[in-house]
């Protein structure tokens, strides 16, 4: 059964520098992968998804995540942590390619503090 | 476009009661999954509802159970409710059938605390 590691449950970075959230998924059947962020006392709202069209997948707010098979790795990317990047990441996958996109598991977070 | 609604925000239960909590879904939306997040964690899947049948359940007893209206709203019911019941109850909604594959929209929950 497809699983979602996401190495670091807490990440700090300092404004203006490059923010790094690693995600792994265990299955050697590509899947449909997405990140989410989840703001305090909020919902999750999506960032991005990989649908097989392009392997690098540009998402709201500045972020990147790159698919990389071989290495079975999602990770999400932004050149320049702003304050307001502060929050929980979730990276999500699907079983298969062939499961709809609203059937998703998701890794255990990544919770991302930004330094002034 | 209404965005998903989720209803009451916090409750507080004791244990062994029951608990309803309520979601409206995005417009334009046919199909609702629920979650549960406990703290520090990331949602566990309970079950998705379309067309008012159940279509998929996670790894959750059957004192969780569920129903989808015909405007598409949904309830999560949840029966002798236990301490670790307590966490962050998520209700997202998405377009499904042959033509269409959307992501999840999220609610922003509902808080259950049992004591």
């Known amino acids: 059964a497809q699983s979602v590691t996401q190495l670091g449950s807490h990440v700090s970075v300092s404004e203006g520098a490059l923010v790094l959230l690693r995600c792994n998924y265990s299955s050697s059947v590509p899947p449909y992968l997405f990140w989410y962020v989840q703001y305090p006392n909020q919902g999750l709202q999506l960032l991005l998804k990989y649908t097989s069209a392009a392997t690098l997948v540009k998402g709201i707010n500045g972020f990147e995540a790159e698919f990389k098979k071989s290495e079975t790795s999602f990770h999400l990317t932004k050149p320049s942590a702003h304050m307001s990047d502060a929050a929980e990441y979730f990276c999500a996958v699907t079983p298969t390619m062939k499961t709809s996109y609203d059937k998703v598991i998701f890794g255990p977070g990544t919770s991302l503090s930004v330094i002034p | 476009e209404t965005g998903v609604t989720q209803s009451p925000t916090h409750l507080i239960k004791t244990r062994g009661q029951q608990v309803t909590l309520r979601c409206s879904s995005q417009?334009?939306?046919?199909?609702v999954s629920w979650y549960q997040q406990a703290l520090g964690q990331g949602p566990q899947f309970i079950f998705q509802?379309?067309?008012?049948?159940?279509?998929g359940r996670g790894n959750f007893p059957p004192r969780f159970s569920g129903l989808q209206f015909p405007n598409y709203s949904s309830e999560l019911n949840v029966n002798a409710l236990e301490l670790d019941d307590s966490a962050l109850y998520l209700c997202?909604?998405?377009?499904?059938?042959?033509?269409?594959?959307?992501?999840?929209?999220f609610g922003n929950g509902t808080r259950l605390t049992v004591t």
């Open positions: 509802y379309y067309r008012e049948e159940e279509n």
């Open positions: 417009s334009g939306h046919n199909t």
């Open positions: 997202a909604s998405s377009l499904s059938g042959s033509s269409y594959n959307s992501p999840l929209h």
